[in-house]
């Protein structure tokens, strides 16, 4: 087999580490996916503090921070960013601060829930027709093919004029426009993966079928779904702002970006912050998952290093290294990149395929 | 004279876990129309000898000492540049291990003969085409006009690998190296191709370097063969000299773990152990703790390589003068466990 | 198998999906609230006319010879009947065809060489400055929505600046540079994405060669490595792109409908952004079975052209 000899050598060495640790350690080298996480994790704080707020502290937080988010003042109306409102006001005088922060709730929820009906539909329905094969494999298949021939935003516009105009349909609508995404990734993982040795080896060591499903199969082609599931975080996040901008997702007074770019609209001319901020939030937000997504993709795939490369020349490194008294006290963490090994790998394939935008 | 002679070689990786000194201090010799095969087991450095050879080393890995002696060139001193056009390809070129992906799937066999035949000689189009035919048909592919016009995936195993040999003879290289040509192939096919080595050699009296882990098919090929173990090499010969009259210990393990049609089965015997770390190799000979018989010495400095015969060398201090009247130490049966100490006292396994 | 068997195969495919969509269509109007004929009548229709109606489109029949009858008029290319305007919906999709196909078709024209010498510029430069800035912008363009980046746009070449006319369409047979002047923006805010998306695919596919075994055969025989890259690693990555263009169809198809609502063009998407306003529902399925064709289509062209492309496939 065509290997590299140097990659031969590392394999025997260093002994692998489980999944998910090593994945974890290896996003530690990656700016994109840290970026990403911190984005991500400030979206949480706000969302989390939002909900609190709203629930149990009748806007006390935001009203003492920014001024109330529903808090109309007929004297304010398109006021520009000022000390007071520090993104200006809207149509109806409130603070658009405010607004965009509250409207970290939908944008989360929305990522969160239309992802997680997606996820477990799609996981459930493809794993189960790689899994039968034969004509269930097809009929399966073929329809989830048929959801995903109509484009998306088309086909929710097209469920919410059925369901009506509520989020909660909203979230419904996109989670199932989702699923034939994920459930055609994981179906060519448990395709790919049902050939490994290992599953041979688990069937002649007596394992019923569906504990290898569950317990072989399943797990090991979860990695390509998880990538899958960050990176559309994104287009969900943003599809669902595009039916708002339109005016047919979430109903005001709820303060969703999507919408509150609907109004800004009509009054780009004389208040365009009302138009920059929430849309930038929106760009912001997609852009922390898509980092956070491609981190993770580029942390599990076996073939890339995420280290990068030193800029020092390779007789300093090996000065360096060879001579302990020049050693890099906190453990020589910069590597160089290795380069790929030849060989496929279906996940990387698998990953690829499903992305969208 | 010879026509490729290295002293010294050394290609190191610089890896996450450490330095993988793939090839350490590598000295060998190849003369015009000669052949010489490179055998060990995976992992001993042989791909990276001969790839360090025209500079095709990739980050993370790195030549780090050495001196190529090319037909009179130093390549060690050439730029990438000067051995992309003067002798990749040319001078000296490769045959790769797996017929199945060396080629480019979307070019005919044809255009990717002929590109090499007109990138590196005088050659026009037609001429470099006209060639590339003949060169098909030389290595015995029937139909070589036709068939020039067609795709790698249309081409079987064994013939994509005489594709490549082709490929490798287009140019007139007074070198060839083959890096385990036959590895991917069936057995019936891989006599076939070693045959046609056998061809070339007899024909354009090309040098070859064969690097394999198979003994049976050095037999068939090669005039001398040095062996390697974990980035050095132990023990060089003439081919039947190696066979009847090993004198390397590893070499020896080698043989007796080797099936030949003459042999009884009983007689089989795995080399103990498994090769250790390139990261930290043992220190002193780096055979010693899979060796069934060490001095002291074994551990404190690497033997140097000692005549043994004519054209014949052992690296082994248990053809050194100085130990001839010691009684080495004997490990017998079982692994003999590691100990990578500096101070160089041998395995602490007890029989 | 040979590339007719396999084009058979793909067209073949495609039919049970089509059945699919329409099956999908025939479940949506049924499921839309109210009876169609009333929503169809608008408010306080008279009883005898719905009745009437009601048994002129067979609505009181049994379901599954309503879905028969369904079935039978898509494939004579009826696609429904507009509520607010009483006409065919084929109609009003085919007086919008050219502004939506003039979008789509220019975005694809500046987004394909785009993505394909950026990408390629990434691979080449693999892990170097280049690729980061480029995988940066890259990613940056996916993570644009196209509704705030078409606003932006207007807020600073029509508005700040006055370069460029905030809406509008004109056809390109009236006025040369005035059809160019007013498709500049929507189109720059549709492409966007798009060469994003394939400019990613570009490099990893490119990556991917170059790390391949003929690669190394290349290297070996000592052929430079700009050809090796634009010659031999190119030509491999192209084939799996050929598909995600395809693929990419849908994004822009759905692209249309907020670009044409921004900048106020004429299209496809215009039309049923305004049919889903006016409730019209039998514009908005029409137009869900119009562009799931377009799209089948779209896809099954890119598919015959990989098999024409790729000679593992077409000489076998």
Redesign the interface.
Known sequence: MSTDTSTNIQNKEFETESGVLATIKELRHSGTAIGGLLIVSLLLVMAIVSTVDIILLDNAIIKSLFGDPHEMNSLQIYAPPSMEHPMGTDQYGRDVLGRIIYGSRVALAIGIIAVGIGFFGGVTLGAFAAYKGGYVDDIIMRALETLYSIPGLVLAMTMMAILGPSIYNLFFAYGIIGIPAYARVIRSEVLSIREEEYIDAAKAAGLSNSKILFREIIPNGLSAVLVQATLSMGSVIIGAAALSFLGFGVQPPTASWGRMLNTAQSALLIAPWVAIFPGLMIFITVMGFNMLGDGLRDAMDPRTSLRSPKMESLEEYADRVDDPTKADPAGSDEWLAGTAVSGKDARKDATDGGERR | MSLLEVSDLRT?????????R?VDGVDFEVKAGESLGLVGE??A????TVKSL?G?I?????V?DGEIYFDGQALHEMSDQE???N????DI??V???PM???????TVGSQIA??VE??TDRTETEAWDRAVTLLDDVGIPDAEQRAD??P??FSGGMRQRV?IA?ALSCDPKLIIADEPT??LDVTIQAQIIELFEEIQEKYGTAIVYVTHDLGVVREVCDRVAVMYLGKIVESAPYDELYQDPHHPYTQMLMRSVVTPDQDVSELEPIQGTMP???DPPSGCRFRTRCPRTFDECGRYEPPRIQVGENHDSACLLHDDQFEKEEPTLHLGSEVAETNSTSGTRGAHDE | MSIYRYSARRILQIIPVLLGVFSLTFVMVHALPGNPVRIYLGLNPSQSLEQELLAEYGFNQPLWKQYLDYLWRLLHGNIGESFVRKEPVSDLLMSRLGPTVTLMGLSYAIALPSALLLGVYAAATHNELGDHVSRFFGLAGLSTPNFWLGLMLIFIMAYLFDVLPASGYVPFTEDPVASIKHLILPVITLATAQTATLMRMTRSSMVEELSKDYVQTARAYGLPERRILLKHAFRNALLPLVTIIGLQLSFLLDGSVVIEQIFAIPGMGRLGYNGLLQQDYGVIIGLNIFFAILFLVGVLITDLAYAYIDPRIRYN
């Open positions: 190191y990786f610089y890896t996450d876990g450490g330095i993988v793939a995976s992992g450095g042989k791909s990276v025209l095709l990739d980050v993370p890995g790195k780090v051995l992309r056009q002798v990749r390809g040319s070129s490769f790769f291990q797996d992906s060396a080629l480019n799937p979307v070019y590109e090499i990138y590196h067609q795709y995936h249309e490549l490929m590895t991917a770390s390139a990261v």
